[in-house]
């Protein structure tokens, strides 16, 4: 009794570990997105930067960052003056695009002078 027991478990378990990495495989393999803020004073905490990307992503974007889990396709990358403390901090692209890949992390540098 004991050993058909152990084998029905075995066998279970053996189906469970077959058919997690079948999930495995059709999961979707996403992108990262490392934004990367030069040019703000350290006490600045709002550039003010939004992502745009597939299926109406949107995400605001303050301090150094990387976005993680992104589908692969186009995200533009929007940037507006920041005024810290009497200053204006123009950035050195107002709007760009960029492309995630599959498994990748994609660096994206947004400097910003006065």
Same mark, same amino acid.
């Given at each position: 009794?004991? /050993?058909?027991?152990?084998?029905?478990?075995?066998?279970?378990?053996?189906?469970?570990?077959? $058919?997690?990495?079948?999930?495995?495989?059709?999961?979707?393999?996403?992108?990262?997105?490392?934004?990367?803020?030069?040019?703000?004073? &350290?006490? $600045?905490?709002?550039? !003010?930067?939004?992502?745009?990307?597939?299926? &109406?992503?949107?995400?605001?974007?303050?301090?150094?960052?990387?976005?993680?889990?992104?589908? $692969? !396709?186009? +995200?533009?990358?929007?940037?507006?003056?920041?005024?810290?403390?009497?200053?204006? +901090?123009?950035?050195?692209?107002?709007?760009? /695009?960029?492309?995630?890949?599959? &498994?990748? /992390?994609?660096? +994206?540098?947004?400097? +910003?002078?006065?």
């Amino acid at each position: 009794m004991k /050993r058909t027991l152990y084998l029905a478990l075995l066998l279970v378990g053996s189906l469970l570990i077959a $058919a997690c990495e079948d999930v495995k495989a059709v999961l979707p393999d996403n992108g990262e997105l490392l934004i990367q803020i030069n040019g703000l004073p &350290n006490d $600045a905490d709002e550039a !003010g930067i939004i992502v745009n990307g597939p299926d &109406n992503f949107e995400q605001e974007v303050n301090v150094e960052t990387t976005l993680l889990g992104l589908d $692969a !396709g186009s +995200y533009k990358i929007t940037a507006k003056p920041v005024i810290f403390s009497g200053e204006t +901090y123009t950035p050195d692209k107002e709007s760009e /695009r960029v492309d995630v890949e599959r &498994n990748e /992390r994609t660096d +994206y540098t947004l400097t +910003y002078t006065k």
